[in-house]
């Protein structure tokens, strides 16, 4: 039998090559309404002994696979190699090792919510067991709650750094605490600042998780201003964003049916967005590089990079409202990435018979055909 260890279902965008070590299974929180990762499944931290078996089965695939390169000789080397295994994986974990290796081998996630709960002396063995088996690894990135950040000592944090954690990922959501308690987080502005402010000064890098739409129509720049607010008190080294996506099997879906939550459209949230990045008075890497967004091009790095970014926004902006609606149409059935592809004529055509299709030509678009678009596509 292949040999095999346990993956948990999230990969984050951000970590595309990166090996998925799982160290705790579902969300200990799990009650935030516009999420439906791990809903209806158990809460578990799993077992160092259980971590570290997973650790040398991830550890023997990539000696396999090297070897397995080794015999193949010299024609077309690891890559060759990675590729074929990619092509036919004996199973996930075979797959899993050999991205990794393909992307360098560098990078590692440790999955699923909330891995810092782990007692610090735990989290620290799995550290160290993964610089051990994995001298080459540049970064090991996990999830945590701000609540559970502020139940580690600045000198806990300091340790699991020495020990090799190089970065913490929090999604804020919202700096907004009206967003927050609706949308049943569990946290709240200040617990965020005061979360991320000490991941900052224990040197951990720090990637901030932040949902445009959140605040739909009616706090919608109430929300961007004061995430924007909060992301200032932090100074993280990543702020990434994502777009609000909600199916019938998300709980907020219930509040949008009964008309207490009215989400807000492509365009709202793009003034949203401007209405953000404007107020953001921060030194971080600005990034949208999740499926959700409408303008996956927004990248910067903040300060220097503000007036590119708000440039792009108000290109957007600029477009008629029969170009804005190719647009969004384009990018929501995954035709275009960036504002550039409405150039392209052929797609630019084909997108006009979508349109067509669905019924939307020489109509105001209607946004419920644009979120149903954005839900298939991701
Ligand atoms: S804490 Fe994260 S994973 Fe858990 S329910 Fe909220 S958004 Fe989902």
């Given at each position: 039998m292949a040999y095999s260890f346990e993956i948990g279902p999230i990969r984050p965008p951000n970590e595309p090559n990166s090996l998925l070590i799982r160290v705790t299974r579902n969300c200990d929180w799990n009650k935030c309404k516009f999420c439906k990762l791990y809903k209806g499944n158990k809460f578990e931290i799993r077992t160092v002994e259980q971590i570290k078996h997973d650790i040398a089965i991830a550890k023997i695939l990539r000696d396999r696979i090297m070897e397995i390169t080794i015999k193949a000789g010299q024609s077309g080397g690891m890559q060759k190699v990675i590729g074929m295994v990619l092509k036919d994986p004996p199973n996930e974990s075979f797959r899993n090792v050999a991205l990794w290796l393909l992307g360098g081998g560098e990078n590692i996630f440790l999955q699923d919510s909330n891995g810092l709960i782990l007692k610090t002396e735990d989290l620290g063995q799995v550290l160290v067991t993964l610089k051990t088996s994995f001298p080459r690894s540049k970064r090991i990135a996990i999830d945590a709650r701000p609540q559970t950040v502020l139940k580690r000592k600045p000198r806990e944090l300091l340790q699991l750094r020495q020990a090799g954690l190089s970065r913490l990922n929090i999604s804020l959501e919202s700096g907004c605490d009206t967003v927050l308690q609706f949308m049943n987080s569990g946290e709240t502005a200040e617990i965020h600042i005061k979360g991320g402010r000490r991941v900052v000064e224990s040197g951990i890098s720090l990637s901030e998780y932040v949902t445009l739409g959140l605040g739909g129509k009616d706090l919608s720049i109430q929300h961007a201003k004061q995430t924007a607010g909060v992301l200032n008190e932090i100074d993280p080294e990543f702020i990434r964003v994502r777009t609000l996506t909600v199916n019938n099997q998300v709980p907020l879906n219930s509040d949008i049916e009964n008309g207490r939550f009215m989400r807000a459209t492509d365009e709202e949230i793009i003034r949203e967005e401007r209405v953000f990045i404007e107020t953001l008075d921060v030194h971080s890497n600005y990034s949208s590089?999740?499926?959700?967004?409408?303008?996956?091009?927004?990248t910067g790095k903040l300060p220097e990079e503000k007036h590119k970014l708000i440039t792009i926004l108000d290109r957007f902006n600029a477009l008629s409202m029969t170009e804005k609606a190719n647009f969004m149409i384009g990018r929501r059935v995954g035709l275009y990435k960036n504002l550039v592809d409405l150039d392209d004529y052929q797609r630019h055509d084909l997108v006009e018979q979508i349109k067509l299709k669905l019924n939307q030509k020489d109509k105001k678009l209607d946004p419920k055909v644009i979120f149903k678009l954005m839900e298939d596509f991701i």
């Open positions: 590089d999740h499926v959700s967004n409408l303008l996956p091009e927004l």
